[in-house]
């Protein structure tokens, strides 16, 4: 039942004094209801001590209180039971979302390499025509999840990229007798660049009558192409890494390269080959050591050998 306010009484106005002053208002009674045995039991006497609950609290009051305390020893948490359940649950749940994980990881690696392998290929061809030098940027692959060792191991899933300018601005090597790149007169232009989870490979040509992978130009040539079987023949002047004078011990030892010269120009393994309208850079996602096959998360890298053009074409 809803207690009822006590009324005030309104604000009189006397002339006599110009002044404002409230009625008196009634001496506030407490309510009890009629007929209500309770309502004298829950107002404290002054003076009186509380001999239960009922004596200190109004009856709603008590009730509140009662019920907490039922509530507080009630027992709480899981069953054995039901923490097996929701363990299955989980587990079951992690089954089926781990591959699509998996994939999702193995599409964010593969597109990172293709934008590092990109931005590697820019940079080397900035700085040739910048500095009006000769710069080579070489790939080795080796096995994914382990430690490099050295000499360095071919394997699959872990891309290595090296980039080395001409100390003298010439090609290093003589073009009429092609031999492995002095490693005393090149410096080393950035540190190494490793890519996990990806993987160098060869991909059937486009149709060349669109702008996406499966129908990107065609790059004809296998020497024109940089994967897992190209170009057919390794480089006739390889470089390694490090370099240095006096020449330091061979870690890794590039025979898949391109080669920027002063003017731009772009030349898969150095002079092996004459200048390609369109070459290309393959790449697929790795599991560890093996080749996701099944993956339609492949990137092709195209760039013209006489422009700074740079695509990337993916599935």
Same mark, same amino acid.
């Given at each position: ?144 999840? *382990? %430690?490099?060792?050295?000499? $360095?191991?071919?394997?699959?899933? &872990?891309?290595? =990229?090296?980039?080395?300018?001409? @100390?003298? +601005? ?18 080393q232009l950035h540190k190494l660049v490793k890519v996990e989870g990806t993987h160098l490979a060869t991909f059937p040509d486009g149709s060349g009558t669109g702008d996406t ?70 790449? *697929? %996602?790795?599991?560890?050591? $093996?080749?996701?096959?099944?993956? &339609?998360?492949? =990137?092709?890298?195209?760039?013209? @050998?006489? +422009? ?8």
């Amino acid at each position: 039942m809803q207690i009822p306010r006590p009324i005030r009484s309104p604000i009189t106005y006397s002339p006599k004094d110009e002044s404002v002053s409230p009625s008196p208002l009634p001496a506030r009674k407490a309510y009890r209801p009629e007929g209500s045995a309770l309502a004298p039991r829950w107002k404290l006497r002054a003076g009186s001590r509380a001999g239960s609950l009922a004596e200190a609290c109004p009856p709603w009051r008590v009730a509140a209180v009662a019920d907490s305390a039922v509530r507080a020893r009630e027992p709480c948490g899981f069953t054995l039971v039901e923490l097996i359940v929701v363990i299955a649950l989980i587990s079951t749940l992690m089954v089926l979302v781990a591959p699509a994980f998996t994939g999702i990881k193995g599409a964010g690696d593969v597109t990172s390499a293709a934008y590092t392998i990109k931005d590697a290929l820019e940079q080397a061809r900035t700085y040739a025509m910048a500095y009006k030098t000769y710069v080579w940027i070489g790939f080795y692959e080796e096995p994914a999840g *382990q %430690p490099s060792t050295n000499p $360095a191991t071919p394997g699959t899933g &872990r891309i290595v =990229i090296s980039t080395i300018a001409s @100390a003298d +601005g010439t090609t290093v090597y003589n073009p009429r007798s092609l031999a492995a790149i002095d490693p005393t007169r090149v410096t080393q232009l950035h540190k190494l660049v490793k890519v996990e989870g990806t993987h160098l490979a060869t991909f059937p040509d486009g149709s060349g009558t669109g702008d996406t992978f499966d129908s990107r130009p065609a790059a004809i040539y296998e020497t024109a192409k940089i994967g897992d079987t190209t170009p057919p023949n390794p480089s006739l002047t390889p470089f390694q890494y490090p370099v240095g004078n006096p020449a330091p011990a061979a870690q890794y030892t590039f025979v898949k390269a391109v080669e920027f010269s002063p003017r731009g120009e772009a030349r898969i393994n150095n002079r092996n080959y004459t200048l390609k309208t369109v070459a290309e850079i393959g790449l *697929q %996602p790795t599991h560890g050591t $093996a080749v996701d096959v099944n993956s &339609r998360n492949i =990137i092709a890298i195209q760039f013209g @050998a006489l +422009g700074g053009d740079l695509k990337i074409y993916r599935r």
